[in-house]
């Protein structure tokens, strides 16, 4: 049963993300004081991204652009720039451009599902390092007859409860193709709305590479149970805490990357690993594809 005030999850996690208690437009101080990624120190990223701009170099020469999804404080751009990358530099962010950002680097504040649409016939390389977890889904739970139900967000409280069977078509088939929900009670988080966001980030490529490299997971241990019980969470202050759709924490779940990856139909090749720099990520993986 549906009860009328109770809002659908990706309606609260998208309130927090661009809407009126948005983590990161800051209504609850510097959202960076939360959260430290890897991409300030991490060793791997620098190397990877050469070569994808090489790649993209060979395939149609300069002028090539480097663009940065989620750019957050801009530090992976700034590293680029003193790594002497010559390349366009361009962040999208929700937050205004930062402080202090070398002036060589371009910036655009918006949602990127907006502006990645508005972008074409980029040569070069994009990247989106823990962007797309950030993006709403929509998540089911189990009954104890293994019948998916949908969570939804008590207006109030802004918890986590759990609503009526999933019915729609084509979360039902994702679900069917990627994450089958076989097991009473288990937790399972629909991906569709990251598919989405891939395909219109990718779709800015003309020619060269997109990277991205967040938590995620694959469909062999989706089916082992591995995530059974969904990885949807809140972060506050660098801590794992309960995913209130307040606007107090960073709503996150995992992301299903062999989904995702499909959503490039264009891609001429893709590679998925392990991400093993970032210490105790486990589940952190990288997604390569190029585009010629
Ligand atoms: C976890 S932070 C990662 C920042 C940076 N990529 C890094 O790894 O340090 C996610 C960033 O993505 C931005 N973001 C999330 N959803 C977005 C959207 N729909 N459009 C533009 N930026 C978004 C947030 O504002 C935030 O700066």
Do not use: K
Request: glycine share 10%; aromatic share 6%; with cysteine.
């Amino acid at each position: 049963m549906v009860v009328p005030d109770e809002l659908t999850l990706v309606d609260a996690w998208e309130e927090t993300l661009t809407g009126v208690r948005s983590f990161y437009r800051g209504a609850h101080g510097d959202p960076y004081q939360h959260f430290a990624t890897d991409i300030a120190r991490g060793g791997e990223i620098i190397p990877l991204i050469r070569e994808l701009f090489a790649f993209a170099s060979d395939c149609h020469g300069g002028p090539l652009t480097v663009i940065d999804v989620g750019s957050g404080t801009g530090e992976l751009l700034t590293r680029l720039a003193i790594a002497g990358i010559d390349a366009r530099l361009i962040g999208i962010d929700l937050r205004p451009r930062p402080a202090g950002l070398d002036t060589a680097i371009e910036w655009v504040t918006g949602d990127a599902r907006v502006v990645a649409g508005e972008i074409r016939g980029i040569r070069g390389v994009v990247v989106a390092h823990e962007f797309l977890d950030d993006i709403p889904c929509a998540a089911v739970e189990a009954g104890e007859d293994g019948c998916p139900r949908l969570m939804r967000v008590d207006p109030s409280s802004r918890r986590l409860v759990i609503g009526e069977p999933l019915e729609d078509p084509a979360d039902l088939a994702w679900l069917d193709r990627w994450w089958p929900v076989t097991r009473p009670f288990m937790r399972a988080e629909i991906g569709r709305s990251r598919d989405t966001a891939w395909a219109m980030i990718t779709g800015m490529l003309d020619s060269g590479a997109a990277l991205a490299i967040d938590y995620g997971h694959t469909r062999p241990e989706r089916l082992a149970g591995t995530w059974d019980g969904g990885t949807l969470v809140g972060y506050r202050d660098g801590r794992v805490v309960t995913p209130l759709a307040d606007g107090s924490c960073n709503l996150t779940a995992h992301v299903a990357i062999d989904s995702v990856a499909e959503s490039a139909p264009r891609a001429q090749s893709t590679r998925i690993d392990r991400w093993s720099s970032a210490p105790g990520r486990a589940d952190f993986v990288s997604l390569v594809q190029t585009f010629t």
